[in-house]
């Protein structure tokens, strides 16, 4: 069973929806940040910055989902400040 667990005071917010589109598969999921909720209308910003619209109508289920986790560098990948090689900044080695 779907539920919307999402309302306009959830805007700013990351969240995970459901939501009803014409084709082979009635639903596909979008996951980002809730920008606005008006005129029957959910506006969000997903990963890649891409902006969906979503119309209340097409909303299956909706809820509120943690912030994006930080991935650490990958071992022998220069970052910020210092790698697992021991690089820095300062002395690129």
Avoid: F
Avoid at 15 to 32: K, N, Y
Avoid at 59 to 70: D, E, N, S, T
Wanted: glycine share 10%.
């Amino acid at each position: 069973m779907y539920v919307v667990r999402i309302t306009p005071a959830d805007v700013g917010a990351r969240v995970s929806v459901r939501r009803r589109v014409a084709g082979p598969l009635p639903l596909t999921d979008v996951v980002g940040q809730l920008l606005s909720w008006t005129d029957r209308c959910l506006t969000i910003r997903t990963r890649d910055g891409s902006i969906v619209k979503v119309a209340e109508t097409d909303l299956v289920a909706g809820r509120r989902v943690p912030p994006r986790p930080v991935r650490p560098a990958a071992a022998g990948q220069c970052g910020a400040g210092q790698c697992n090689a021991g690089h820095t900044e300062a002395n690129p080695q």
